[in-house]
Nanobody, 127 residues
Framework: VQLQASGGGLVQPGGSLRLSCVTSGFRLGVYSIGWFRRAPGKEREAVSCLSYRDRRTFYRDSVKGRFTIFRDIDKNTVYLQIDNLKPEDAAVYYC?????????????????????WGQGTLVTVSS
């Protein structure tokens, strides 16, 4: 089971980025994907999740309306579209896989375990 995040970069406030998480080696056991971030000096936090079973999506309040998580099955990729970037969005972003079907925002933000992690991709927001 491997996950590879990419797509980070330097963006001005108000700009957009699309992060990609390529998943490989999955056959059974991964039922949800989450995107997380860790800003300098802060704890890692979940920002968004997608449940494979019903494609339900979940978001942290601070990113609702600006972040969109979606999946391209043919490309084995889960994306995080980030619009209207703010300085507080600057962080290393990670994607992770969970063996649970996530069914609530609470579960996404800390209620379930994510067992498989990819390396992060850095998002810098600066003018």
């Amino acid at each position: 089971v491997q996950l590879q995040a990419s797509g980070g970069g330097l963006v001005q406030p108000g700009g957009s980025l699309r992060l990609s998480c390529v998943t490989s080696g999955f056959r059974l056991g991964v039922y949800s994907i989450g995107w997380f971030r860790r800003a300098p000096g802060k704890e890692r936090e979940a920002v968004s999740c997608l449940s494979y079973r019903d494609r339900r999506t979940f978001y942290r309040d601070s990113v609702k309306g600006r972040f969109t998580i979606f999946r391209d099955i043919d490309k084995n990729t889960v994306y995080l579209q980030i619009d209207n970037l703010k300085p507080e969005d600057a962080a290393v972003y990670y994607c992770a896989g969970s063996g649970y079907y996530i069914t609530s925002t609470n579960a996404c933000l800390g209620g379930v375990a994510f067992e498989s992690w990819g390396q992060g991709t850095l998002v810098t927001v600066s003018s």
